[in-house]
């Protein structure tokens, strides 16, 4: 994130607020995704993202949402 221009600014509860440039948008968003949904600890569950783009945090809008994505189709289908 940092050789984006990128930085991790706070952490409040189960969100990670991060300021980043609006040239490299897309490329930040997209490793944000990656790392918090990859399996880092084998075993470990992983669990979906909703990734939140805004100049302020009252003024986000959802950009990315792993459920209507369908990012973890495959977890949905091994538990049915």
Do not use: Y
Request: hydrophobic share 40%.
């Amino acid at each position: 994130l940092r050789e984006l221009g990128g930085r991790i600014l706070f952490q409040v509860h189960d969100s990670i607020v991060c300021h980043i440039p609006k040239a490299n948008r897309d490329t930040c968003i997209k490793l944000v995704h990656d790392v918090m949904t990859s399996e880092l600890i084998p075993g470990f569950t992983r669990i979906p993202v909703e990734v939140k783009v805004g100049p302020n945090w009252g003024k986000t809008k959802t950009v990315h949402d792993c459920i209507e994505e369908g990012c973890f189709k495959w977890m949905l289908e091994s538990v049915l």
